[in-house]
């Protein structure tokens, strides 16, 4: 199954030797990496089993392009950190602030489709036929 982890700040564990020594474990960061999105997103070509989310409000509409940039689309999936983040007039959960990121994203809509849950289906798919 696929695997979410949260940087954090300060110290934090060695995301790059878990994903190297369990190379077949999907390993997704959450809010795209935040806050060392940088050093996640170097080690993607070393690290095919690395991917992010695309929530929170810790990132913002051009972090999330940055992110699809860096990944690939292939490699991103959307997410809501829900029930954190952006309430709207009811002061309950607005999902629709980080998915109009993904859905302004220039990106084709079959690479939009995969970030909004095909990805994460195939990630299960692989996970069932291994």
């Known amino acids: 199954m696929p695997v979410l982890i949260h940087l954090g700040f300060g110290a934090r564990g060695d995301f790059h030797a878990m994903a190297s020594r369990y190379p077949k474990l999907?390993?997704?960061?959450?809010h795209a990496g935040f806050p060392f999105f940088g050093d996640l997103?170097?080690?993607r070509r070393d690290c095919p089993n690395l991917f992010v989310d695309l929530s929170?409000?810790?990132v913002d509409e051009a972090l999330v392009r940055?992110?699809?940039k860096a990944m690939g689309p292939e490699?991103?999936?959307y997410g809501t950190d829900a029930p954190y983040g952006f309430p709207d007039a009811a002061h309950t959960y607005d999902y629709g602030e980080i998915r109009g990121w993904v859905e302004r994203l220039p990106v084709d809509a079959q690479a939009k489709d995969g970030i909004f849950g095909g990805r994460f289906l195939e990630l299960l798919d692989a996970r069932r036929a291994a």
Not at 26 to 30: C, G, K, L, Q, Y
């Open 26 to 30: 999907p390993i997704v960061s959450a």
């Open 41 to 43: 997103w170097k080690r």
């Open 56 to 58: 929170s409000p810790y």
């Open 66 to 68: 940055d992110a699809v």
């Open 75 to 77: 490699r991103c999936l």
